[in-house]
């Protein structure tokens, strides 16, 4: 059985081909493959929401997926809704409410905030703290990061 | 105390920025997904490392079979523990400061036999990861599975097998304490009230995992490492130790680093190993744990078992404190600061916020075969706040006093210090009743008390809890370095006029996310007189910062912090004298006020740092005949005064249990601290903040739990519950402000 696949996607607006072995996931590939290290690799069982990457529009752990299944697929990571200015808002606030300490959450925590900011723009502070609750951070205890949010949707920027 | 420090020069500096929530140099790389983490690191030629782990808590290794893992796709090759002794000498956890603490050798891998569940026992490497992991399968060890002992009450029992034949039995140490006279004060107390306590095991949970990448050059016997250790140059001087390498060759360098919180001060076997590998190999080789591995192998704190006493009048004066505490550490004391320090804190500072003249405690550290427990966040001071504040509010129900009211009756006062410990510990400055007097007023604890009141007849039961702590902070050689452990007390740092006008600082101290480059920035900044944004912050490298600690024991602000200052202060001084050259002018008289050399009396301009910078490199020759510039300072600083810079706090939690499930909603919390001078309010506030909920995940669901086989039965990420953000209230945090002086900054360590 042949264990290497064949892959196309477009991965923060470039197309990319590779050989991938089968048993690849997707952060792994995103990672190792296309040195895209802004996604991180946390607990590899789709627990702690530190590989949380964008696919066709929706967020999805990117350990518990492989690469091959996002053949075709529109992937975006950290970098590239950095580069393209999308999230930027969340990103100041982030940073001004010191809502990262370590900051190996905090890539997979700006793309499910920024996810929530686009399905509930006026999502309560529970509403934030549930909708962050697949996205472990050990050193803030999240309360600067549900003000973060806040923050930057008071300022018209999330 | 006459001789300590009352000039707060740094204080009182113009444009300070201390005391200011500046941000973080280094945030928005992290924000924007650019960090490096050790992981993002990769070198040419790089292998990758798995390890075979043992699947039994004890179990002697009767033959170890690679051949088929050595021929296994893409591997390198399959090491035994007996291949990598050849190279390396084992360690042993002792230190002379604990009287008595024994340990085995330890080696990078166990020569026969495996002592825990997950112990690494053989080293695969492979072109990938995933490869070695392939190949793990493939080595066939025949084990010979002995009794595992794992309950630490029976450890020490004659029918229990003794771990280390060579050590006699299964104690690790033990240490006593007496003070004053317990049995008079039982005889003449109202109240003697005892409770058990038991603590889980419980561990950090780092969310980016242990890590290195080992690059051994054979040609300059050079070993270079990337290493998301706390200590840079803690881990430099044990490589080279063990490894028979000139200390001057190793070099260690730590970029960012996801969480520590204690877990990453330590020798792990793993990592001697991969090191050994990249020695053997002559190429650089990277271990990543796994998060199972991360749970079976990462230091375990806290288990511990207490029984506690507590002797009260009946006007609710403590009298004595008695405690029984027993802890199992593992087969090994965790090299190099060993497993005895968790119950020696617990001996050394239960009932820490009271004044009180008797006090007996025995502390027993055991072997076990269970993961290592060593020095994890706060080492010690969960169970001895539980224990204290538990047996305090067991005596204010016992003399029917508001357990507010008793703590206050007996705290050491505001206006008693310097003082000492029952113990005998010096504390120099704290603030325990003004710190309860704000909590009160931020809690407002008689409407938290009438809300309580008033939801009980509604059938919804609500509770308050207070504690009341201290925190060991600042620590100096007694920590450690007493007992002949080679971890720096003292941190350095090094700052350098560059020929614009800019700031280079090089610090010892380490950056986990506590915030420790905003803080050394703000220090720097200051200390010269140019905005932060001239600064040129660099950590975690052991060929290009001062000799220094690292960051652990909150000292990175205090320490690192005051090294900083003086060698800013000195670095203006130097800039100073070559501007008066210039300016011919007394440097006395002048200043450097935002990045600008200034008359100091008007604050007139005279000549920017840039234009100094400029003439002193590329033009000295238009200096005065004789001069010579000297744009470099460095300077270090220990704590020489205190042995530890205490700082104390208090703490309220409001929370409803439903009676039925017996779960419990965390509605409110409330913490008051005094970590002395607050550098940046805003970083203070969110270690509080990630202190206290890594507190609230040990008290509410972590646990590492165990059956009577030794076998971790909840080593993951879905079974281990670390807490999430839906389950947690908003923490309110407030301050009391008593600095130290024992520097000229005055900034205890905080979270």
Same mark, same amino acid.
């Given at each position: 059985?042949?264990?290497?696949?064949?892959?196309?996607?477009?991965?923060?607006?470039?197309?990319?081909?590779?050989?991938?072995?089968?048993?690849?996931?997707?952060?792994?590939?995103? &990672?190792?493959?296309?040195?895209?290290?802004?996604?991180?690799?946390?607990?590899?069982?789709?627990?702690?929401?530190?590989?949380?990457?964008?696919?066709?529009?929706?967020?999805? &752990?990117?350990?518990?997926?492989?690469?091959?299944?996002?053949?075709?697929?529109?992937?975006?990571?950290?970098?590239?809704?950095?580069?393209?200015?999308?999230?930027?808002?969340?990103?100041?606030?982030?940073?001004?409410?010191?809502?990262?300490?370590?900051?190996?959450?905090?890539?997979?925590?700006?793309?499910?905030?920024?996810?929530?900011?686009? &399905?509930?723009?006026?999502?309560?502070?529970?509403?934030?703290?549930?909708?962050?609750?697949?996205?472990?951070?050990?050193?803030?205890?999240?309360?600067?990061?549900?003000?973060?949010?806040?923050?930057? &949707?008071?300022?018209?920027?999330? | 105390?006459?001789?300590?420090?009352?000039?707060?020069?740094?204080?009182?500096?113009?444009?300070?920025?201390?005391?200011?929530?500046?941000?973080?140099?280094?945030?928005?790389?992290?924000?924007?997904?650019?960090?490096?983490?050790?992981?993002?690191?990769?070198?040419?030629?790089?292998?990758?490392?798995?390890?075979?782990?043992?699947?039994?808590?004890?179990?002697?290794?009767?033959?170890?079979?690679?051949?088929?893992?050595?021929?296994?796709?893409?591997?390198?090759?399959?090491?035994?523990? +007996?291949?990598?002794?050849?190279?390396?000498?084992?360690?042993?956890?002792?230190?002379?400061?604990?009287?008595?603490? +024994?340990?085995?050798?330890?080696?990078?891998?166990?020569?026969?036999?495996?002592?825990?569940?997950?112990?690494?026992?053989?080293?695969?490497?492979?072109?990938?990861?995933?490869?070695?992991?392939?190949?793990?399968?493939?080595?066939?060890?025949?084990?010979?599975?002995?009794?595992?002992?794992?309950?630490?009450?029976?450890?020490?029992?004659?029918?229990?097998?003794?771990?280390?034949?060579?050590?006699?039995?299964?104690?690790?140490?033990?240490?006593?304490?007496?003070?004053?006279?317990?049995?008079?004060?039982?005889?003449?107390?109202?109240?003697?009230?005892?409770?058990?306590?038991?603590?889980?095991?419980?561990?950090?949970?780092?969310? #980016?995992?242990?890590?290195?990448?080992?690059?051994?050059?054979?040609?300059?016997?050079?070993?270079?490492?990337?290493?998301?250790?706390?200590?840079?140059?803690?881990?430099?001087?044990?490589?080279?130790?063990?490894?028979?390498?000139?200390?001057?060759?190793?070099?260690?360098?730590?970029?960012?680093?996801?969480?520590?919180?204690?877990?990453?001060?330590?020798?792990?076997?793993?990592?001697?190993?991969?090191?050994?590998?990249?020695?053997?190999?002559?190429?650089?080789?990277?271990?990543?744990?796994?998060?199972?591995?991360?749970?079976?192998?990462?230091?375990?704190?806290?288990?511990?078992?207490?029984?506690?006493?507590?002797?009260? +009048?009946?006007?609710?004066?403590?009298?004595?404190?008695?405690?029984?505490?027993?802890?199992?550490?593992?087969?090994?004391?965790?090299?190099?600061?060993?497993?005895?320090?968790?119950?020696?804190?617990?001996?050394?500072?239960?009932?820490?916020?009271?004044?009180?003249?008797?006090?007996?405690?025995?502390?027993?550290?055991?072997?076990?075969?269970?993961?290592?427990?060593?020095?994890?966040?706060?080492?010690?001071?969960?169970?001895?706040?539980?224990?204290?504040?538990?047996?305090?509010?067991?005596?204010?129900?016992?003399?029917?006093?508001?357990?507010? #009211?008793?703590?206050?009756?007996?705290?050491?006062?505001?206006?008693?210090?310097?003082?000492?410990?029952?113990?005998?510990?010096?504390?120099?400055?704290?603030?325990?009743?003004?710190?309860?007097?704000?909590?009160?007023?931020?809690?407002?604890?008689?409407?938290?008390?009438?809300?309580?009141?008033?939801?009980?007849?509604?059938?919804?039961?609500?509770?308050?809890?207070?504690?009341?702590?201290?925190?060991?902070?600042?620590?100096?050689?007694?920590?450690?370095?007493?007992?002949?452990?080679?971890?720096?007390?003292?941190?350095?740092?090094?700052?350098?006029?560059?020929?614009?006008?800019?700031?280079?600082?090089?610090?010892?101290?380490?950056?986990?996310?506590?915030?420790?480059?905003?803080?050394?920035?703000?220090?720097?900044?200051?200390?010269?007189?140019?905005?932060?944004?001239?600064?040129?912050?660099?950590?975690?490298?052991?060929?290009?910062?001062?000799?220094?600690?690292?960051?652990?024991?909150?000292?990175?602000?205090?320490?690192?912090?005051?090294?900083?200052?003086?060698?800013?202060?000195?670095?203006?001084?130097?800039?100073?004298?070559?501007?008066?050259?210039?300016?011919?002018?007394?440097?006395?008289?002048?200043?450097?006020?935002?990045?600008?050399?200034?008359?100091?009396?008007?604050?007139? #301009?005279?000549?920017?740092?840039?234009?100094?910078?400029?003439?002193?490199?590329?033009?000295?020759?238009?200096?005065?005949?004789?001069?010579?510039?000297?744009?470099?300072?460095?300077?270090?600083?220990?704590?020489?005064?205190?042995?530890?810079?205490?700082?104390?706090?208090?703490?309220?939690?409001?929370?409803?249990?439903?009676?039925?499930?017996?779960?419990?909603?965390?509605?409110?919390?409330?913490?008051?601290?005094?970590?002395?001078?607050?550098?940046?309010?805003?970083?203070?506030?969110?270690?509080?903040?990630?202190?206290?909920?890594?507190?609230?995940?040990?008290?509410?669901?972590? #646990?590492?739990?165990?059956?009577?086989?030794?076998?971790?039965?909840?080593?993951?990420?879905?079974?281990?519950?670390?807490?999430?953000?839906?389950?947690?209230?908003?923490?309110?945090?407030?301050?009391?402000?008593?600095?130290?002086?024992?520097?000229?900054?005055?900034?205890?360590?905080?979270?």
């Amino acid at each position: 059985m042949d264990k290497n696949v064949d892959i196309t996607m477009t991965v923060n607006g470039e197309t990319v081909t590779r050989r991938v072995e089968a048993r690849t996931n997707l952060v792994d590939f995103l &990672r190792y493959e296309l040195g895209l290290t802004g996604s991180h690799v946390g607990c590899e069982h789709g627990v702690c929401g530190a590989c949380t990457v964008r696919v066709d529009g929706s967020i999805v &752990r990117g350990c518990l997926m492989v690469a091959a299944q996002a053949d075709g697929a529109d992937v975006w990571t950290i970098e590239g809704v950095t580069e393209t200015g999308e999230i930027k808002g969340l990103q100041d606030a982030f940073v001004e409410r010191n809502a990262l300490q370590c900051g190996f959450c905090t890539p997979g925590m700006l793309l499910t905030v920024a996810e929530l900011m686009e &399905r509930k723009p006026d999502a309560s502070r529970e509403e934030i703290r549930e909708f962050i609750s697949g996205n472990f951070c050990r050193c803030t205890g999240y309360q600067a990061i549900v003000d973060a949010v806040e923050m930057a &949707r008071a300022k018209g920027d999330a | 105390m006459t001789d300590m420090i009352t000039d707060r020069w740094i204080l009182d500096r113009p444009n300070s920025y201390i005391g200011r929530s500046v941000p973080r140099p280094n945030a928005p790389r992290l924000a924007q997904g650019r960090g490096t983490f050790v992981d993002d690191v990769e070198l040419k030629r790089m292998v990758h490392v798995a390890f075979v782990r043992s699947p039994y808590a004890h179990a002697r290794m009767k033959s170890i079979s690679t051949d088929a893992a050595k021929a296994a796709p893409g591997v390198v090759a399959v090491v035994t523990g +007996k291949e990598l002794a050849e190279i390396h000498d084992p360690w042993v956890g002792a230190l002379t400061h604990l009287e008595g603490i +024994k340990s085995a050798p330890q080696y990078a891998l166990p020569i026969d036999t495996a002592r825990w569940q997950g112990e690494a026992v053989v080293a695969v490497v492979a072109d990938s990861r995933a490869r070695a992991e392939d190949a793990v399968e493939l080595v066939d060890i025949d084990w010979e599975v002995l009794p595992a002992v794992t309950d630490a009450e029976t450890a020490l029992d004659a029918a229990t097998p003794v771990i280390h034949d060579e050590l006699g039995d299964n104690l690790t140490w033990r240490r006593n304490a007496n003070v004053g006279d317990v049995d008079a004060a039982y005889a003449d107390a109202d109240h003697v009230v005892e409770e058990t306590f038991v603590f889980g095991r419980h561990t950090g949970v780092c969310l #980016e995992a242990r890590a290195l990448v080992a690059d051994f050059e054979p040609s300059e016997e050079q070993l270079t490492v990337w290493h998301n250790n706390q200590c840079p140059h803690m881990i430099q001087n044990i490589l080279a130790t063990h490894y028979h390498l000139d200390e001057h060759r190793v070099r260690v360098i730590t970029r960012d680093v996801g969480g520590s919180f204690g877990i990453k001060v330590h020798t792990y076997a793993d990592e001697i190993a991969t090191v050994g590998l990249s020695i053997m190999l002559k190429r650089p080789v990277k271990f990543v744990a796994d998060r199972m591995e991360s749970f079976v192998t990462d230091i375990h704190a806290r288990d511990h078992r207490v029984k506690g006493k507590i002797a009260v +009048k009946n006007d609710g004066t403590i009298v004595a404190f008695e405690i029984d505490d027993l802890t199992g550490i593992g087969p090994y004391s965790m090299y190099p600061r060993t497993s005895g320090i968790e119950a020696n804190q617990v001996v050394n500072m239960i009932g820490g916020p009271y004044r009180f003249d008797n006090y007996r405690a025995v502390a027993t550290v055991v072997f076990q075969n269970k993961n290592m427990m060593c020095q994890y966040r706060a080492v010690g001071h969960p169970i001895m706040c539980a224990v204290t504040e538990g047996l305090v509010d067991a005596a204010a129900k016992a003399v029917g006093m508001d357990p507010v #009211e008793l703590r206050q009756k007996n705290f050491h006062p505001d206006d008693s210090y310097p003082t000492k410990s029952a113990q005998g510990l010096p504390f120099e400055n704290l603030s325990h009743e003004e710190s309860m007097k704000t909590l009160l007023e931020a809690m407002d604890y008689e409407a938290l008390k009438a809300d309580r009141d008033a939801k009980r007849k509604d059938g919804i039961y609500r509770g308050i809890g207070f504690a009341s702590f201290i925190e060991v902070t600042n620590p100096s050689a007694a920590f450690y370095g007493v007992g002949g452990a080679r971890i720096s007390a003292q941190d350095g740092a090094t700052m350098r006029l560059d020929a614009k006008g800019n700031v280079f600082v090089s610090t010892g101290a380490t950056e986990q996310g506590q915030g420790m480059e905003a803080v050394i920035s703000q220090v720097a900044a200051t200390a010269v007189g140019v905005p932060p944004e001239r600064l040129k912050i660099i950590t975690g490298d052991t060929e290009h910062t001062p000799y220094g600690g690292g960051t652990w024991g909150s000292r990175a602000a205090g320490i690192g912090g005051e090294a900083v200052a003086q060698a800013g202060r000195a670095l203006r001084e130097q800039i100073l004298v070559a501007a008066g050259a210039m300016l011919q002018e007394d440097a006395a008289k002048l200043d450097i006020r935002n990045g600008v050399v200034v008359d100091a009396a008007t604050g007139n #301009e005279r000549i920017g740092l840039d234009e100094v910078g400029r003439i002193c490199y590329y033009r000295p020759d238009t200096l005065p005949d004789g001069f010579q510039s000297e744009l470099v300072a460095t300077r270090h600083y220990v704590p020489r005064k205190y042995p530890f810079a205490f700082t104390n706090g208090a703490q309220a939690s409001y929370l409803e249990v439903d009676v039925e499930t017996g779960f419990i909603k965390l509605l409110r919390h409330w913490c008051v601290e005094d970590c002395g001078t607050v550098i940046n309010p805003l970083l203070v506030d969110e270690q509080i903040r990630g202190g206290v909920v890594q507190g609230l995940g040990g008290a509410m669901w972590e #646990e590492c739990l165990y059956d009577a086989d030794g076998q971790m039965l909840n080593a993951n990420l879905a079974d281990y519950l670390v807490p999430m953000a839906a389950e947690l209230p908003d923490i309110d945090c407030g301050h009391a402000v008593s600095p130290t002086a024992d520097s000229d900054l005055g900034a205890k360590g905080a979270g």
